[in-house]
């Protein structure tokens, strides 16, 4: 019932950025929560960011000061900003929403997860 379409990953030398997009469709009113989460080979998938509907943000302590998270209501897109990357934050990242269904469920849809591949 809700839809993320995942871009912005890619293979980038260690100091640079990139920015990343989630695309949300499908029952956008029903959101509230959404963010970012990644995995590295051989690690559990991590918490990178998340943010909801009534305000409230989280960043992983490896990330903060480095990555951003924002949205586009109007579009109903999420991003991550990732500047100053280091080698260890290549992973495949994951975004999610946490939504409640037509039935009135609580549920959690994922992208299709993004390449990010840091460099040294």
């Known amino acids: 019932q809700v839809q993320l379409v995942e871009s912005g990953g890619g293979l980038v030398q260690a100091g640079g950025s990139l920015r990343l997009s989630c695309a949300a469709s499908g029952r956008i009113s029903s959101i509230s929560a959404m963010g970012w989460y990644r995995q590295a080979p051989g690690k559990q998938r991590d918490l990178v960011a998340s943010?909801?509907?009534?305000?409230?943000?989280t960043y992983a302590d490896s990330v903060k000061g480095r990555f951003t998270r924002s949205r586009d209501n109007a579009k109903n897109t999420e991003y991550l900003q990732m500047n100053s990357l280091k080698p260890e934050d290549t992973a495949v990242y994951y975004c999610f929403a946490d939504y409640t269904t037509s039935d009135y469920v609580s549920a959690t849809s994922w992208g299709q997860g993004t390449q990010v591949t840091v460099s040294s």
């Open positions: 943010s909801t509907s009534g305000g409230s943000i």
